[in-house]
């Protein structure tokens, strides 16, 4: 009922920049956080940025003050502008949030299906 669709990811050069969109659709009623997680190959998932629907934000160690998330909370879409971007930033990259359907008053955790993001010279 509630679907997250990623976009924006591909193969970039050392130092350069990429975004990503994630828009969920659906019967949602309501969004809490939003966040980015990323999976690199034989690590675990991990959690990349997260911002709340009043727009605080909080980063992993290793992307702070090269990435920025936001939120257009209107168009229930999530961004993240990642620049200066290095090899150890390849991983599939993946959208979650916490939604409440309509007709409900749980919060789900959902899902995208991830796009790859690739850094190679």
């Known amino acids: 009922q509630v679907q997250l669709v990623e976009s924006g990811g591909g193969l970039v050069q050392p130092g350069g920049s990429l975004r990503l969109s994630c828009a969920a659709s659906g019967r949602i009623f309501r969004i809490k956080a939003m966040a980015w997680y990323r999976q690199a190959p034989g690590k675990q998932r991990e959690l990349v940025a997260a911002?709340?629907?009043?727009?605080?934000?909080n980063y992993a160690d290793s992307v702070k003050g090269r990435f920025t998330i936001s939120r257009d909370n209107a168009k229930n879409t999530v961004y993240l502008q990642m620049n200066s971007l290095n090899p150890e930033d390849t991983a599939v990259y993946y959208c979650?949030?916490?939604?409440?359907?309509?007709?409900?008053?749980?919060?789900?955790?959902?899902w995208g299906q991830g796009t790859q993001v690739t850094v190679s010279s």
């Open positions: 979650n949030a916490e939604v409440r359907p309509v007709g409900t008053s749980i919060y789900f955790d959902s």
């Open positions: 911002i709340t629907s009043g727009g605080s934000t």
